[in-house]
C-alpha cells in the first residue's frame, strides 16, 4: 500500500515530534527520566493512533545513548537509528494478528532470559495482542510475571476487552485516543508544506475528518492525493477521491433543519441526490456535523466537539440557534438511517422522510393554538377541521348503539364525550371538554402517536364534521393498534381467559370512544361482550393510552365502502400524508378522486 511511506516517512522520532497522547507521552517521560519503566505495558486505543509509534519511542528512549535523560530519545545517536531502521536486534516486534499460536509466542520470548546483545533493554512489542490465541497468553502471561531486569514488554490492543484480566494485571495501561481534526489537519499541513505541497483551505480538515482520527489514514489520504496532482490539492480533488459531499450542501441542510424551513431541506437533499453523490456519505457527513453541533452545545467545548478550525465560526452560529434537545433527536433520526440508505429501492426517500420527520419532531412550543392560525401555501393548511368532535349536548348523549354508558370505569362529562388525549402519557383524567387542545408533549420520535390538536374549524365542503369525526376516531384508533400488543399484555394478570379471547380479536374501527373489536366467532364476541370481561379490557385500554374508552364487538369486517370515512382511513396510512399533517398541524378534510 503506498499510503504506508508517507506515514513511516513521518513517523515521528521523538517525543516532542509525535503529533496527540500528550497525557502518555508525560508519563512515559517522567519515567525515563526517574528510571523507572515498568516491564509491561498495554497501550490500548483506535487504530492508527500511534500506540507503535509510542511504543517505538520508548524502545528507542530506553536505549538511547543521550547522556540527558530527559532529552531521551535523542533521535541521532546509534542506538537511536538502529531502533529507526528496524536493525536493532534487542527490538523485537511481533505481529500477533499473524503469529497467534502458542509455538510464535515460545519463539517470541526465547531468548528473554538472555542479556540485550547492544542496548540496556530488550524490547518487545507485541501488536494486536488480542489475536494471541488462550495458551500464547499463558506462555507470556509466566514471563510477564518474573520478566527478568532487562525485558520491556509492549502489548498494543485496539480490543483491550479481549486481552485477558491475568495479562491486564501485570500491565501498566495507557489509553490513545483518536486525533482531533484540528491536530490532524495542523500534521497534515506541515508535512504537506515539507513534501512541496498545497492545500486548498479546508483541504486538510476535509481530510482530517475522513480520516477519523487516524493520522495514519490522514497521511495516506494526503499520499494519494498528492500521487495524482501537481503539487496543488483543491477540495474538489479531496471531495472526488473521498467521495465526499460538499460541507456546502451538508450546511445548506443543517441550516434548512434550524429554520425549520421543509422546503429548503428538501431541496437540499434533492441537489445532493441528483448530483448522483452517494447519500449513505452525504448523511454520514450529515450526522458528524450535527453530532459536533450537539457536543458544543451540551459541552460548551470546542476540544470535546473536535471543529476544525475552518468551521469554527460556522458551528457557533448554528449553536446560537440550536437546541439540545432538537439536536438529539436529529443525531438520532439521522444516524439511523444509513442501513435504510443502502438497502432501500427508493434512491433518496428514506432521507427525504428523515428529514420531514426531523421537521415533525420539533418540541413543543407548549401553547400550539397560539401558533397555529394557517400556515400559508402550505398544501393541507386550508383544513384544520377539530379533531375532537365538539359535539353539541344533545348529540353527545346519543352513545354507540351497542355501548351502555353505565359500563364505562370513567365518569363522564356531562355534556361533551370524553376528552380523547394525545398521547398514551398523557393524565388519564378527563380534560375539562372545554379546553382548547391535548397538544400533550411531542410523543418524540420513537412513539409517532398521532398528534389531536385540535384547530379553529374552517367551513369546507363535503361535511366537514363527518370528516373531523372520522380523523379522531382514526387517531384513536391507531392509537389502540400500536399499543394492542401491549394492551393484550396487560389483560392477562387480570385473565388469562380473557387474554385469549383477545388473541383472536384485534380492533378495526372506533366510534366516538368506542373501540370496536372483530372477533372471531360468535362465541369470542359474546364472551368478550360480558360486563365483567368487558370492563377489564376497558380498563387496561383506559390505563395504557390514557383515554376512556367503552369496548364492542363485531363479528363482521366492515365491507370495503368508498366513503369518505374508510377513505380518510386509508389515506392516513401513508407515510407522507402523515408528515404532512403533522407538519401543518392538519387533517384530512375531503379526499377528490384523481383526475
Ligand atoms: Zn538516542
Redesign the pocket.
Known sequence: MASVSLYRKWRSQTFAELVGQEHVVQTLRNAIVEERVAHAYLFTGPRGVGKTSVARLLA?AV????ADRAA??????A??QEIAEGRAVDVIEMDAASNTSVEDARALISGVMTRPTRGRYRVYIIDEAHMLSTAAFNALLKTLEEPPEHAIFVLATTEVHKVPATILSRCQRFTFTRHGIASTAAHLRRVAASEGLTLEPGAAEAIARAATGSLRDALGVLEQLASFTSGHISMAQVQSLLGMTSAAEVAALIEALLEGDAAAALRAVNGVADQGADLRQFTRDLVERLRSLLLLLAAGDHALADIGDDEREMMAAWAQRAETGRLLHWVKLFSALDYQLRTTPYGQLPLELAVVEALVGQPAQPAAPARRPEAPGAPLSQVAAPVRRAAPPAQAAAPPPATPRAASPIPRGEAAPPIIAAAPQANPEPAPPTEAAPTGPDPGPDLPVPSLAPSPAAPVARSPEAAAAANADFSLLELVEAHWEEIKRDVRPRSPTVQALLHSARPIDVEGNTVVLLAASPFHKENLEKAQNRRIVEEVMQRRLGVAVALRCTIEARAESRDLRSQIREARKDDLVRAAMNIFEAHIVDIEPPE
Not at 63 to 66: F, K, P
Not at 72 to 77: D, F, N, Q
Request: aromatic share 0%.
Open positions: 528507542k536505549n538511547c545513548l543521550d531521551r530519545p535523542c533521535g541521532a545517536c542506538m537511536c
